[in-house]
């Protein structure tokens, strides 16, 4: 049971525009979700989270959104760089049991072209 | 800068030795810390997770004798390969939260059993 989703295996998007990097759970009871960059063969490097009270967050060219009721999150990076160009993993997190145990989705690559 | 190291970066092996590879969290304290294997091509996959102070706790399927776990202090855990196969080459990564919000991954460490 896929409780995090990215139903987008891969984007492309021209260097200077936004891209929109999407994923839905459907566990209402996550508290927190991450996004992830990840290149091959490294470790995922965090980029931004966001409350399950909150509906944004923004941190530099990265703004996540989140719609509690569409139970639906995205990740926003304007303006895209060729160097943004890499898998991104959303994840997240449930209050009890293990803490911070991450929920991740399969990933999302993003290609930025020039 | 890195928040999170792991040691050795990589490391080739003969079939039947051990392996040990270590996860330092720099900058802040974690009493729990996560074990991730990536296979090609596909998402982490979580082994499981360090506690400082307590056993750890393993994903099903994962045998606990085969990968020994360690939360020898509250900045670092390491993950023993016992009697490595060369079914057992991967990519292991470790994560650890600095707090709900946050949780940074260790660079990787790629392990070849020849």
């Known amino acids: 049971d896929q409780q995090v989703k990215q139903n987008s295996p891969s984007l492309s998007v021209q260097e200077g525009r936004i891209s929109i990097l999407n994923c839905d759970y459907t566990n209402s009871m996550f508290d927190y979700f991450l996004w992830y960059k990840k290149y091959p063969a490294e470790g995922p490097t965090f980029l931004i989270s966001i409350s399950s009270i909150k509906d944004k967050n923004e941190d530099g060219r990265f703004t996540v959104f989140l719609n509690k009721s569409a139970k639906h999150l995205s990740l926003h990076i304007v303006p895209s760089q060729p160097g943004d160009s890499a898998v991104y993993f959303c994840a997240a997190t449930l209050p009890t049991g293990t803490a911070s145990k991450l929920t991740f989705g399969t990933g999302t690559r993003l290609q930025v072209t020039l | 800068g890195a928040v999170v190291s792991q040691h050795p970066s990589r490391v080739i092996c003969k079939s039947g030795t051990s392996v040990k590879i270590e996860c330092r969290s720099l900058d802040f304290q974690a009493t729990t810390m996560f074990w991730y294997r990536q296979f090609p091509k596909k998402s982490l996959m979580l082994m499981a997770t360090s506690n400082e102070g307590s056993k750890a706790t393993y994903e099903q399927g994962v045998e606990k004798d085969k990968f020994l776990i360690n939360h020898a202090s509250l900045t670092l855990s390491t993950l023993t390969v016992t009697s490595a196969h060369p079914e057992d080459s991967s990519f292991y990564i470790c994560?650890?939260?600095?707090?709900?919000?946050?949780?940074?991954f260790g660079p990787g460490t790629r392990l070849l059993v020849l």
């Open positions: 994560s650890a939260p600095k707090d709900r919000k946050t949780q940074y």
